[in-house]
């Protein structure tokens, strides 16, 4: 089941790429603006950046490239490839979150802007741990989690035909938790509304001794 969920979100964006975000996609309603802003208050410019499930570059990346020295990671071919040429001065890197390696301490914020919810949820908890082991002491997490404990799959994402997308997620309480057992100690949590229910954004911050 995994693996399967994987190449259905993997195959899913790879051909709903440009229906879920165009070349000229901007931050309409400043949502992303305002989450990146977060980051531009509390660390300094040219500080390195991750930014998990960075799709096509649009409008997250872009915006944090800004400021920052950002390295993308995402595992569609077709959205790697747009984003390095959508955002040239950001480092893109093609694949699996659950596999990406980077040094222990590498950067000073980690961003994952509605991803861990199409990652198979038994893998949450230990790319929370991950997370936690790259960010630099006082490093932030920025990341948007399940509101609720959530499981579905449709096969017209988007209304397009063949495009498959899966999504599990637990609850807000959950990555709360989990979180926090990661080492980083939370700093507020914020309702994102879509449609008939929504997601849950977390600000975090790791300990400066861990």
Not at 48 to 68: I, M, N, Q, R, W
Not at 138 to 165: K, N, S
Not at 181 to 204: K, Q
């Amino acid at each position: 089941m995994t693996n399967r969920q994987k190449e259905i979100v993997r195959r899913g964006y790879d051909k709903l790429s440009y229906d879920y975000r165009n070349d000229n996609a901007i931050d309409d309603e400043g949502f992303y603006t305002e989450w990146v802003n977060c980051l531009k208050d509390k660390i300094p410019a040219e500080s390195p950046v991750l930014d998990l499930g960075c799709g096509c570059g649009l409008p997250a990346t872009k915006l944090l490239s800004e400021y920052f020295k950002v390295t993308g990671v995402d595992f569609s071919e077709v959205q790697i490839g747009r984003a390095r040429k959508l955002v040239p001065s950001a480092e893109f890197i093609c694949s699996d979150i659950a596999d990406v390696q980077f040094s222990n301490c590498s950067f000073a914020a980690v961003v994952s802007f509605y991803t861990i919810i199409h990652i198979p949820l038994q893998e949450h908890r230990e790319i929370l741990m991950r997370i936690a082991d790259w960010l630099r002491p006082d490093g932030y997490l920025l990341i948007i989690v399940g509101h609720e404990a959530w499981t579905g799959f449709d096969d017209r994402y988007l209304g397009v035909e063949g495009g498959e997308m899966m999504w599990s997620h637990e609850g807000e309480e959950t990555y709360v938790q989990w979180i926090s057992d990661a080492g980083l100690r939370i700093l507020w949590t914020r309702f994102i509304p879509e449609g008939e229910s929504g997601h849950t954004l977390v600000f975090a911050r790791k300990s400066n001794n861990k």
